[in-house]
């Protein structure tokens, strides 16, 4: 069995100062799906984006807020708490407080696929 220690693994740089760890995956879609571990800074948020397949989100630590579309009320997310987001369905979420958010994400793809969208 593969043993993945995060510490080894790379950090890839999001516009806006987040880092990606991919944990599962790689760029020939070897993988049923694609997970790994993001750290966004104070004051980050996420484009408002969609994916089309099934993404879950942990949170492992700091705090933040998500909004997912059609519901009206902003989630909360404190270490322990996961969102499920629908194919499809737009979505974002932010660190807030003095410390950074980490999130373990999951692709059910092989790649992962970000659809930005422009609109509220």
């Excluded at 979420?93 to 092989?110: D, K």
Aim: with cysteine.
């Amino acid at each position: 069995m593969p043993v993945i220690r995060l510490a080894d693994t790379a950090r890839e740089p999001f516009k806006g100062g987040a880092t990606y760890q991919t944990i599962v995956g790689d760029p020939d879609g070897s993988t049923p799906i694609r997970m790994g571990v993001q750290t966004s800074p104070p004051g980050y948020t996420t484009p408002l984006h969609s994916h089309p397949y099934m993404e879950t989100v942990t949170v492992l630590e700091g705090e933040g807020e998500a909004w997912i579309d059609g519901d009206d009320d902003v989630i909360l997310l404190r270490p322990g708490t996961t969102c499920i987001f629908p194919a499809n369905v737009r979505h974002w979420f932010r660190a807030i407080g003095g410390n950074p958010l980490v999130t373990l994400g999951v692709h059910a793809s092989p790649h992962r696929i970000v659809r930005v969208h422009d609109d509220p």
